[in-house]
């Protein structure tokens, strides 16, 4: 090469070094640091390791415990979970507001975690018998997911409780989830989503919101129209959420005329980023709707009960949501490095008001969903334990033995309507609005019952 050409290369890369300097020195002096504890530090370190420590440090800096680093292999397990199949425990963690320790917003349904008798509202304390009070939202979701087959203890503080419970080891599984499921099973197993025969009321809990989800409540729906539904209760109690889209804004779709706000989203300085409307397609519009919610109703759960109040589609029953109104955006990084799960906006409800808690958030502020007027039903911790350890109990598979009888069925009435405040309003407010008395005997699963709805606690 002759010389002017090598002095003219050379001058090249020099300008283009100082300008990179310029622009982004600490990438520089991030990979000189990196070289640094490679080459001099006493013990042999890993590239990689040293690399996801400092991303990971570097979210952990935002102070927001729903922006994280993802590893490979947790990216793995990610992508299973949204799509309804996934191996672990089967537990929707978030955090206790003034601890900021994991707490369990719900076990799934049928999972490892809910047959173990791990409730909504348990504090993690331990995994492993590790503290989690030193650790961060990341790091302990993390100890707690692993390959099926394995095992995790967990340690976890129960309000009520005087003392800490350490469950058994719990063995993670493969889980194939059903997000929609009824009150009861039918002889083959299925969920009858009927509940009430006179009058016609379904009732539908949605669990989680994955990729399955609206074709499942669609199904469902479907069902319960051609039995003649008069109305149906909704019931999106200790639903952690799940995906935006399609679950949340399809399930609003099914219920909304076509157009009808769903969801807008707010970024930085709040500027206006996108807004979601109600599509086309099939819809339920005939019939009156309650949605149920609880303190542990977030995330899109939050949405739909929001979309559908707002738009007046809807009477709101429980209490008031979670507060997790934030949009993670899954970046996947170059060179296979995992995912980076980032906050970049908030949700907005239709009519503009703000779902998203944040962490020094008073009761007085605006944030999450707040029950109708005259929906209110509030529930006490031990309230709220004895109800969830009941629903576990009614959904817990059993041997067949023969078809119930009348009395079971009336039993079986005077038992929800004891254990479940909130349904027990629901079911009020949808007979009110089909004219049915309230003092005329309904029927349960199709059987007469003679128990008033005023009755039970």
């Known amino acids: 090469m002759p010389r002017r050409n090598y002095l003219l290369v050379l001058g090249t890369a020099a300008i283009a070094l100082l300008c990179y300097r310029a622009a982004d020195p600490l990438a520089l002096s991030f990979s000189e640091v990196a070289n640094l504890v490679e080459r001099q530090y006493v013990d ?41 199949e996934f191996g672990g425990i089967g537990i929707q963690v978030g955090l206790e507001p003034q601890t900021k320790r994991p707490q369990v917003i719900s076990p799934i349904v049928g999972s490892p975690a809910y047959k173990a008798g791990i409730l909504a509202g348990d504090i993690i304390a331990k995994i492993n018998g590790q503290p989690t009070r030193d650790m961060n939202y990341a790091e302990s979701t993390a100890r707690i997911r692993g390959n099926p087959g394995e095992t995790v203890q967990l340690t976890i503080e129960r309000p009520g409780n005087p003392t800490p419970i350490d469950f058994p080891p719990i063995r993670r599984e493969i889980i194939n989830v059903d997000s929609v499921l009824g009150d009861t099973r039918n002889a083959d197993d299925h969920w009858n989503f009927l509940f009430l025969n006179q009058p016609k009321i379904g009732y539908v809990r949605i669990t989680n919101f994955g990729e399955h989800t609206v074709d499942e409540l669609r199904r469902a729906l479907a069902e319960l129209q051609s039995q003649g539904m008069q109305g149906l209760v909704l019931d999106l109690r200790d639903n952690p959420g799940g995906l935006l889209r399609p679950a949340a804004t399809g399930v609003c779709g099914l219920f909304l005329p076509n157009g009808k706000p769903i969801v807008s989203t707010r970024g930085r300085n709040g ?26 109703s977030a995330s899109a759960s939050e949405i739909v009960a929001a979309c559908l109040q707002d738009n007046h589609r809807a009477t709101i029953i429980g209490e008031r949501s979670y507060g997790k109104g934030t949009v993670q955006n899954i970046i996947s990084l170059e060179g296979q490095q995992g995912l980076l799960k980032l906050t970049t906006a908030e949700y907005r409800r239709p009519n503009e008001h703000n779902i998203n808690r944040r962490i020094n958030a008073k009761d007085t502020d605006e944030w999450g969903v707040t029950p109708s007027e005259g929906g209110a039903v509030n529930m006490s911790k031990d309230e709220q334990q004895n109800w969830a350890k009941w629903r576990r109990e009614r959904d817990t ?14 039993n079986d009435f005077k038992d929800w309507s004891e254990h479940d405040p909130p349904l027990r309003r629901a079911i009020e407010n949808l007979r009110s609005q089909v004219n049915v008395p309230s003092d005329t005997g309904g029927k349960s699963q199709g059987v007469d019952s003679t128990q008033n709805l005023d009755g039970g606690k």
């Open 44 to 84: 042999p370190v890993d590239r990689q390791t040293l690399w996801s420590a400092a991303v990971r440090g570097m979210i952990g800096e935002l102070g927001d415990p729903y922006s994280e680093y993802i590893d490979p292999e947790e990216a793995s397990e990610l992508e299973k979970i949204l799509t309804q």
């Open 271 to 296: 500027q206006s980023q996108e807004k979601y409307v109600a599509g086309g397609g099939e819809k339920f519009l005939d019939f009156p709707l309650v949605v149920l919610i609880n303190r542990y």
């Open 397 to 410: 598979l059993r041997p067949h033995q023969g078809k119930p009888s009348a009395e079971s069925f009336t």
